[in-house]
């Protein structure tokens, strides 16, 4: 009698774990997971040696947490397994290994003492600036778009010696050099926004006031253009304050700059060094919707 109950104990409990798998199947089926396995959600590297840096501490600490998780869950099914109940006597208690409690308690000191400790390095020397930076420019965040102005030094009493300007129907393009040091100084017009270009691997936040945030990175390494967006949410159109950033030699940067200060427009002094003159990686929003004129079934 008790084999028999112990065997349908567990022909019913081999039922349940199946009815939930079942169940967690079903509610996955009607998930959209492409995203997410596309990358497996990792990032897809940097375009500055300070991005380089955080990607390998992210996938170091990624690393570190799949090894943890792995144990943990190894352990915690082989004692489900191994100690499971057979029968209805009172198995042998284990108390008071110290050995193991040792291990428990320095391993996760250990773990968490070197995890600070890479992070505090790389995040001292992605927020370090150096005096003479290559390139100046000064980012005004403002309800729902962004001015670049180019500086002739550091602070706010440097002078702007050209400008980039998004409006409704433009989206701005920042114009910057590859192997170049450049500072970004920030400050915005009304509320918070964030500066962010995703392979940077790296936001700023952008406040009003006389609160100017600054950082640099250390050159570019890669030719090419790149979403930039604010990370911040500002208000309406929040999620349409794109903008992109285009590096590009430093030569044709040079040139670029030449041309805005004889007076030429920022497309007009993209086309003079042989680029696209508008935005490629996103496009202009009509920020004139509202519910009269809002027609769903063309999204505009």
Not at 64 to 69: E, K, N, P
Not at 138 to 145: A, D, L, M, R, S
Not at 159 to 181: C, E, F
Not at 215 to 235: D, K, T
Request: aromatic letters at 10%; proline letters at 6%.
């Amino acid at each position: 009698m008790i084999a028999r109950g112990t065997r349908n104990r567990r022909v019913g409990r081999l039922a349940g774990l199946g009815a939930g798998a079942l169940a967690v199947v079903t509610l996955l089926a009607g998930c959209d997971v492409g995203s997410a396995v596309d990358g497996f959600g990792w990032p897809q590297g940097g375009i500055t040696p300070q991005a380089n840096r955080m990607y390998d501490l992210w996938i170091g600490s990624a690393i570190a947490a799949l090894a943890v998780g792995a144990l943990v869950w190894g352990l915690i099914f082989w004692c489900i397994v191994r100690y499971r109940k057979r029968g209805d006597e009172l198995p042998v208690q284990t108390r008071y290994n110290m050995p193991m409690e040792f291990l428990y308690t320095i391993a996760p000191i250990l773990v968490v003492c070197v995890l600070f400790y890479y992070t505090a390095v790389i995040q001292t020397d992605v927020d370090k600036t150096r005096p003479n930076p290559d390139v100046v420019v000064e980012v005004v965040g403002f309800k729902w778009n962004w001015q670049f102005n180019y500086r002739d030094g550091t602070g706010a009493d440097a002078n702007t010696v050209a400008s980039t300007l998004g409006s409704t129907d433009v989206i701005p393009v920042l114009v910057l050099p590859t192997g170049k040091r450049i500072r970004f100084e920030e400050t915005s017009k009304d509320v918070i926004h964030s500066f962010w270009v995703p392979e940077l691997l790296f936001k700023r936040d952008v406040f009003p006031g006389n609160i100017r945030n600054e950082f640099e990175v250390a050159s570019i390494e890669q030719e090419g253009r790149y979403v930039g967006r604010c990370a911040e949410l500002c208000g309406t159109y929040h999620s349409m304050m794109n903008f992109e950033l285009r590096a590009v030699s430093p030569e044709k940067f040079d040139q670029f700059l030449a041309a805005k200060r004889d007076g030429a427009s920022t497309p007009e002094a993209l086309s003079a060094i042989g680029e696209p003159p508008l935005a490629t990686t996103t496009k202009p929003f009509d920020t004139k919707r509202d519910a009269a004129n809002f027609n769903p079934s063309s999204g505009k």
